[in-house]
């Protein structure tokens, strides 16, 4: 059964036994991936409703669009079988991962995020960069640079029609106010229009983005933005070539070229540590490597 709580769970150790597999529907007609999330949708014909739960329009065509943007993978951590989607799978065997995991019912791991902390990258569950206020945030920013800047042209327009429409009956100041209310109306829902489309096309917020950086222990998940993050750790603040940076950029992980068409992968400046409370698996300690959330 799977469990169900604000947390997920995670899983530690070394990778073996992956495998990673270009998807597309054929490979879910069968049913084998029937067990997982999202994936199962499609497996039993529901394209519709896999399509909705990743924020895009329903249909078909669009969910083999979505599917051919992703790689799934499976892989062992330990003995657990751990397996999901991201955009690219490029960590390879060998390398040691912190996963966030959630159990299913066949007794192996989904997972939603994959952390490796020797050059502090991070795989996510697609369209899970940004908490849901963070992503409500950037389109609220969207939405209102656009719709503001159309208001105040309108206004300028509104004010030159009034001055060359030679009108001599004192009204003026009302037909300009009354047109500004127009536009005003009318900027409104151009806002509205904007700032939802852009919701929707990046799946609208993030609650499972809430829930990994939560389990991560992240202490407002609702606020993080990854993309954020990367502009934070190579642009906005140490240089890589100070001794103290962020990550050893000298590492055979970190010197790895990232395959084309990457997305919702990200780095991290400094990793919060994992509250007690979070089930943690430890594959590599054979006593008590199980550290159960507190009820």
Not at 264 to 278: H, K, N, T
Request: with cysteine; proline share 4%; net charge neutral.
């Amino acid at each position: 059964m799977k469990v169900n709580s604000d947390y997920f769970q995670i899983i530690t150790g070394k990778i073996t036994e992956l495998e990673v597999i270009d998807t597309d529907l054929s490979h879910f007609g069968g049913g084998s991936f029937a067990s997982l999330p999202l994936l199962g949708q499609l497996a039993l014909g529901n394209s519709a409703e896999a399509a909705s739960q990743v924020g895009m329009a329903s249909g078909q065509q669009e969910a083999a669009d979505y599917l051919n943007s992703v790689q799934y993978f499976r892989c062992k951590l330990g003995e657990f079988t751990v397996h999901g989607i991201f955009c690219r799978a490029f960590f390879r065997n060998g390398d040691k991962v912190e996963v966030v995991v959630e159990p299913l019912e066949d007794g192996s791991y989904y997972a939603y995020a994959l952390r490796r902390p020797i050059d502090h990258r991070l795989w996510l569950y697609p369209w899970a960069m940004k908490g849901t206020k963070a992503s409500n945030k950037a389109s609220l920013k969207f939405a209102g640079s656009i719709s503001l800047g159309t208001y105040i042209l309108n206004i300028i327009c509104i004010a030159i029609c009034i001055s060359f429409a030679n009108l001599r009956n004192g009204n003026e100041l009302f037909y300009f106010i009354i047109a500004c209310i127009g536009a005003f109306i009318i900027d409104g829902l151009i806002f509205l229009i904007l700032f939802y489309s852009d919701k929707g096309m990046l799946g609208g917020g993030s609650k499972d983005a809430d829930k990994i950086f939560a389990t991560l222990g992240y202490p407002k998940p609702k606020t993080v933005n990854m993309e954020q993050e990367f502009m934070e750790m190579f642009f906005n603040n140490k240089s890589m070539n100070e001794p103290n940076f962020y990550i050893d950029v000298n590492t055979d992980e970190f010197k790895r070229k990232d395959p084309p068409g990457v997305k919702w992968v990200a780095f991290y400046r400094e990793a919060p540590p994992i509250p007690d409370y979070i089930t943690v698996i430890h594959t590599e300690k054979t006593n008590n490597n199980k550290n159960k959330r507190k009820k």
